[in-house]
């Protein structure tokens, strides 16, 4: 039951949703700072350096010099991880090879430079790279200075200083140092740093997202367009469970329209709107945390099995709120880190807490599930049976496809010792995504509005007041096997006197445990069918 429980956790709750990686970085500089910059660029991007300078009081005729190493990689892990002094040994060595990766580099050093004057490096891009470890489908290592002139893009743009080669994961290592024996605490330098591709400033490892988020926008508004127009044509028998799957669809085709801004932004200008993806991330904990509630709600059987939640309903939405909390919290913390460096402290001490409440909203799903199917098989109910047992197989089918994709991302990325198949990383936050928007198909699909609406939701004549579970959890408490046959006697006597099948349903579910009747042989498969016959012509 706990692998059953893990499993699915994995399918309907997993998720990896990240921020994309901006491609113009401002930052100010002092005297001996050492900058690291991680990027996934395609071939051609553009890597311009320029900005200004400002020296402490008193050594205006001081001056600096920049250094810069740009260092390709076909390990996409090896510039993720944040190995002390590793930088260090890239600006210095950038030619000495660490783990199993190949690549180039290109390191320059600019002449002095005046304090207080512009940061203007010069052209370094048609100079040749250096392969540290030479790349197979590197196809220029051979082409001649006039050769690769011709094929490059010679624009004259302020402060470029190259080109990348090859598409792949790049570090730009960048190093100011004044002349000053001593630091010189007064020295400050604006830099500027920008990688722009032919395709925009999008990593490619992040560039699909673009066209992904889009594409589920206009998924999700298509669910919301034909959900609306079901619930207009059939107004007078919608349920109250189909208000909930409508905030679901809404807030899902939010999330997707706030993330494809978010990365178009980006693509387009380099830099992200001040807040924007914080806002996106609380959107999309916001629907998350919406989406587990419709789920729970759902396992439970509301409007279907019973009229209302009870005390439930203030658990559903505490364990809701908590969920949006907490799923806030991680990924703005997140947003505010390098999300590809596992032994990130802060992202693993907020990713904790979230998992041990997806692990407890999964421990409520499945029971409820098992519950409520337990009192529909007891009641005889097969239309509303049936209506589950295709919820219970979209699960079963998720958890599946949950798992395939799990084990083969641990085999692609965790135990390759070298993620050099880093172009597929953007589908580990697509799958997810994916995967719950066939969830939530099946249920636009289960729980659509028609005009049979009436056969699945709660009625007193077939489904009872609502409180069967804890009736018949006292009954085999308090009254046992001996007690509820006792009671059965007693109750088809008045069923006969009365001749109302209304009381007769009441008492079946009110005293015979579904052990107890199934043990007992009380329903054979023939009564069943005759059983199940009646209660389909009354509801018809």
């Avoid at 007891?378 to 295709?390: F, Q």
Wanted: charged share 20%.
């Amino acid at each position: 039951m706990q692998l059953k429980n893990c499993l699915l956790a994995a399918s309907l709750l997993g998720s990896s949703y990240g921020t994309p990686e901006q491609g113009k970085f401002p930052m100010e500089v002092q005297d001996r700072s050492l900058i690291r910059i991680f990027k996934t660029m395609f071939r051609n991007t553009h890597i311009r350096i320029y900005g200004d300078s400002k020296c402490g009081e008193g050594k205006e005729d001081n001056e600096f010099t920049v250094t810069w190493v740009i260092r390709s990689s076909s390990c996409f892990d090896e510039y993720v991880r944040s190995i002390p002094n590793v930088t260090e040994q890239y600006l210095l060595h950038p030619e000495v090879a660490i783990g199993p990766a190949k690549g180039f580099y290109k390191k320059y050093q600019s002449p002095p430079i005046k304090c207080g004057t512009a940061i203007d490096l010069e052209d370094q891009t048609l100079d040749e790279v250096q392969p540290w470890h030479a790349l197979e489908s590197y196809e220029d290592t051979a082409a001649t200075p006039n050769s690769r002139r011709k094929r490059a893009r010679n624009i004259v743009e302020a402060g470029q200083v190259a080109v990348t080669p090859v598409e792949g994961p790049y570090i730009i290592v960048i190093y100011v140092q004044t002349s000053s024996e001593d630091a010189d605490t007064g020295f400050k330098a604006n830099l500027h740093i920008q990688t722009e591709s032919p395709r925009g400033y999008l990593s490619p490892h992040e560039f699909p997202l673009l066209d992904f988020y889009l594409l589920m926008t206009l998924v999700y508004a298509g669910y919301c367009g034909f959900w609306l127009f079901a619930c207009w044509k059939h107004k007078a028998e919608v349920l109250r469970v189909q208000y909930w799957i409508m905030a679901v669809l809404v807030l899902g085709m939010l999330e997707k329209a706030v993330f494809y801004s978010e990365y178009n932004t980006i693509n387009n200008s380099g830099y992200s709107i001040p807040g924007a993806a914080k806002f996106a991330e609380a959107v999309s904990a916001l629907k998350r945390g919406v989406a587990r509630m419709l789920v729970i709600v759902v396992a439970l059987g509301f409007g279907i099995t019973r009229p209302r939640l009870g005390d439930q309903l203030h658990q559903v939405i505490g364990i809701g709120v908590l969920y949006f909390t907490l799923a806030s919290i991680e990924a703005f913390v997140r947003v505010d880190n390098a999300k590809h460096d596992p032994g990130n402290i802060a992202m693993v001490l907020t990713a904790v807490p979230l998992a041990i409440i997806d692990s407890l909203v999964c421990w409520w799903i499945f029971l409820a599930l098992t519950q409520t199917m337990k009192t529909l098989r007891l009641r005889r109910n097969m239309i509303k049976l049936n209506l589950y047992r295709h919820f219970s197989n979209t699960i079963l089918f998720c958890v599946v496809a949950s798992v395939v994709f799990i084990l083969w991302d641990m085999k692609l990325h965790r135990f390759a010792g070298c993620l050099n198949q880093w172009e597929l990383l953007w589908f580990d936050d697509a799958f997810w995504h994916v995967l719950f928007s066939f969830i939530v198909l099946v249920i636009i699909i289960l729980w659509r509005p028609s005009a049979n609406n009436q056969r699945y939701a709660y009625s007193p004549l077939v489904d009872g007041d609502g409180s069967d579970a804890e009736v018949e959890e006292e009954q085999i408490t308090k009254g046992g096997a001996s007690e509820g046959l006792k009671k059965r006697d007693t109750g088809v006597k008045k069923v006969v006197r009365e001749q109302t099948a209304e009381d007769d349903l009441k008492w079946i579910e009110e005293n015979i445990p579904q052990t107890v009747a199934d043990g007992a042989g009380l329903v054979d498969e023939e009564e069943e069918a005759q059983e199940n016959k009646f209660q389909m012509n009354k509801i018809e």
